[in-house]
């Protein structure tokens, strides 16, 4: 890569994400364990911080040196959040400026650890950003991190401070459905300009959030791609609350069976069987379960599908209460339009109930191609890599070529928004006086990269007059930088203590006519979704290549067990797929993306009696070679 890198983040309540977008397109970070989703759990034990999945793994045995769920604590008081307390295994306290604190008891001689929320979200970020780092082969400093859409100021502000503790500047917050309509390319449609209102349905571990956006490609003096509508959900409502309802299904059957309730070590243990339990029936029509209560027996049952729907209806139908609510506060907004997609976002959306009530609610069907836990973070880092403007040539919004200021005493430029930016941009800054008595600034913004007003050029000037006399330093003043998609910069000056604004608005040269940049944004747009496309493409060959490679060596070695129909079926599914793969393969536009999926899924389904056979004949202890 020429320039930094910018990776993006899903910092979620209950597992967090990396994700980069480059030339191949958006795609998720691994570790070594295979799946790019790391738990947002971390253990402080014996002086140090383990994050992810062996910390959620261990959380039961350390519940009070296990932090979980810590955004729930970011930017937030203790009576904030003095409902998540109960829920919570660690110790929380009140900490300084109506901030609160986790402690950790000291263990090993340690003294107990009194931490920030931000230091443990730091913990996390610091880990993504290794992760990161091995993976790329390069520092990596620069981030987009997504937050909750309903996120308040100081939130945020935690959110950017965790990342600079973390070592990482967060060039920019993105609301996590945002990211989610933006990892689909929802809202870049190329050359039209008609607004798209998408619904985003987030369903995760413990937290339920619906927002409804509008999407209107930049346009005149509004620079917002992304308006978000209306926002609702429920802070204590996810998958969580399903595995506790089966969870405690089974110890209610536990206890009628055995006349007591199951044992702590078993009862500790349900939580995890449980979650496993749902997920396997997101898949699965039924489950088995199995649990050895030692002395009193085997508990052991199956449970259907229908069963487990039944227990979580309560659940689901809140949710679509809450979307219903949603709806009826767009509505005006809305003027009666309907609605374009709905983007399915968290873990818990896999439930096949939550995505059918989902479309019934919506009279849609939901957008479910990407994965629903990493399509946050494949937006942020699109966003990155919009932000970058790394694409060789795509991708690129019209950027800001040299950075605005202001002039400053002694005639230094202080850089407001920095060169590269792209536009829309907006950024603010304080300042304040340095001599006594001040009744009047006067603005002198410059465009350029060197540090002396007298080497940069100037845009204009204005003055913000009428302030009251006070000490050096003690006035606030304010200074927002907006440059909206047309180039146009505006600059207001607003003093927070006597309230007095003044602005201005001047056109920096960009060399380039608004027509020009509205071909270049166009472009650029088509250029995303097009990413995006072959960004599939490009996995689903890889991914048949495997299937065909695997599928033909066994039919190379038992198709003469296969009926002469379901050989035959087997070899034209091959064939076809084959073919399709050596067209994409020269040039990916020629298939359409759900040809190519069709086709695996055929040969998929076709395969399944040759893959009984090949399991069988390993069974017999048959000499198979791993390919
Ligand atoms: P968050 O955004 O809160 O960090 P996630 O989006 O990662 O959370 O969702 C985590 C939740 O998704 C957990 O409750 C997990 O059990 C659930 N989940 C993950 N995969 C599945 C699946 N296949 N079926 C049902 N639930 C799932
Ligand atoms: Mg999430």
Not at 97 to 120: F, H, K, M, Q
Not at 143 to 156: E, G, K, L, N, S
Not at 403 to 414: D, H, K, N, Q, W
Request: proline share 7%; hydrophobic share 40%; charged share 25%.
């Amino acid at each position: 890569m020429s320039r930094e890198p910018i990776v993006g983040i899903d910092l979620g309540t209950t597992n967090s994400l990396v994700a980069i977008c480059d030339a191949r397109g958006p795609r998720t970070i691994s570790d070594r364990s295979g799946s790019p989703l790391v738990p947002s759990a971390v253990t402080y034990t014996q002086g140090s911080a383990v994050v992810g999945a062996d910390a959620r793994s261990g959380a039961p045995a350390h519940p009070r040196h296990t932090i979980l769920s810590v955004k729930r604590l970011m930017g937030r008081s203790l009576p904030e959040v003095s409902a998540d307390l109960p829920f919570l295994s660690y110790a929380v306290e009140p900490g300084p400026r109506g901030t609160c604190r986790v402690r950790i008891p000291g263990d090993a001689g340690n003294a107990d650890l009194v931490l920030s929320p931000e230091e443990v979200s730091a913990s996390i970020l610091r880990h993504l950003k290794q992760l990161a780092e091995s993976h790329l082969g390069t520092e990596v400093r620069k981030a987009v991190i997504t937050v909750p859409a309903y996120f308040d100021d100081a939130q945020r502000q935690a959110t950017r401070t965790a990342a600079r503790l973390a070592g990482l500047e967060a060039v920019r917050l993105v609301p996590e459905p945002t990211a989610a309509a933006l990892a689909y390319g929802l809202g870049l449609s190329a050359g039209d300009r008609t607004p798209r209102h998408v619904a985003v349905y987030d369903l995760g571990g413990g937290t339920f959030d619906i927002s409804i956006l509008r999407l209107t490609p930049a346009e005149g003096d509004d620079p917002f791609f992304f308006q978000v509508l209306a926002v609702g959900g429920d802070t204590r409502l996810g998958g969580d609350d399903a595995d506790h309802l089966i969870a405690d299904l089974f110890r209610r059957e536990i206890q009628d069976r055995t006349g007591a309730p199951p044992a702590p070590d078993a009862a500790r243990g349900l939580v995890t069987l449980a979650e496993q339990v749902k997920v396997r029936l997101s898949e699965h029509d039924t489950a088995p379960v199995r649990i050895d209560l030692g002395p009193s027996g085997v508990y052991e049952r199956t449970l259907a599908r229908e069963e487990f729907e039944s227990l979580i209806a309560p659940l689901v139908d809140r949710t679509i209460d809450r979307c219903r609510q949603a709806l009826a506060a767009a509505a005006a907004e809305l003027r009666g339009k309907s609605l374009d997609a709905v983007v399915l976002v968290g873990g818990s959306t896999r439930i096949p109930l939550v995505r059918r009530r989902v479309a019934e609610c919506f009279n849609l069907e939901p957008y479910t191609a990407l994965d629903p836990d990493q399509v946050v973070a494949l937006g942020a880092s699109v966003q990155a890599a919009v932000l970058s403007g790394d694409r060789s040539g795509t991708l690129l919004l019209d950027v800001i070529p040299l950075s605005l200021g202001v002039e400053t005493v002694g005639g230094a430029v202080a850089k407001v928004i920095m060169r590269n930016s792209p536009v829309p941009a907006r950024a603010t800054e304080m300042f304040s006086t340095s001599v006594d008595n001040q009744t009047a600034f006067r603005l002198a913004v410059f465009q350029g990269e060197r540090e002396m007003a007298s080497d940069c050029r100037k845009l204009g000037e204005f003055h913000l007059r009428g302030l009251p006399p006070m000490p050096a330093g003690i006035p606030q003043l304010e200074l927002t930088f907006l440059v909206d998609a047309n180039g146009v910069l505006g600059v207001s000056a607003l003093e927070r203590r006597s309230g007095r604004r003044a602005s201005m608005q001047v056109i920096p040269n960009h060399g380039l006519t608004p027509e020009e940049v509205d071909r270049i944004e166009r472009e650029s747009v088509t250029h995303a979704r097009e990413d995006m496309t072959r960004h599939r493409i490009v996995d689903l060959i890889a991914n048949s290549n495997l299937d065909l490679k695997w599928i033909g060596e066994r039919y190379d070695r038992f198709s003469h067990e296969l009926s002469p129909a379901d050989r035959e079926t087997l070899a034209a599914c091959m064939a076809r797929l084959r073919e399709l793969v050596a067209r994409a393969s020269a040039d990916w536009k020629s298939v359409p993306p759900d040809d190519l999926h069709q086709a695996k899924e055929a040969l998929d389904r076709a395969s399944v009696r040759l893959q009984e056979i090949s399991i069988a004949a390993s069974l017999r202890g048959g000499p198979l070679r791993p390919g």
